[in-house]
Nanobody, 120 residues
């Protein structure tokens, strides 16, 4: 499976962006797609995740501002980011975590990063 992330850019504080993560190839039905970010000099952190069942989870720092959604017809997951802050500046990566064969096996795939820069 290949993941293509897009949608990053430069935005002023308070603005909005939408990131997209499009998956191609064979995707197992039991999966979770997450967005991670890594700011310069910091460790990569989980921002939001959505499961194949539709459950979502968010980092406390983005709750109420970011929304993760998925379009199964397009094999695409979106991260809608509102009320952006300078501290949201980071490279954002999408991740697909799949389990298959009666949960015996796990496959983790990463997309390339997309830069989000929020100016104050």
């Amino acid at each position: 499976v290949q993941l293509q992330a897009s949608g990053g850019g430069l935005v002023q504080a308070g603005g909005s962006l939408r990131l997209s993560c499009a998956a191609s190839g064979l995707i197992f039905s039991l999966n979770a797609t997450g967005w991670y970010r890594q700011a310069q000099g910091k460790q990569r952190e989980l921002v939001a995740v959505v499961t194949s069942g539709g459950s979502t989870s968010y980092a406390d720092s983005v709750k109420g501002r970011f929304t993760i959604s998925r379009d199964n017809t397009k094999n695409t997951v979106y991260l809608h980011m509102n009320s952006l802050k300078p501290e949201d500046t980071a490279v954002y990566y999408c991740n697909l975590d799949e389990v298959y064969n009666s949960n015996r096996y796990r496959r983790v795939s990463w997309g390339q990063g997309t830069q989000v820069t929020v100016s104050s």
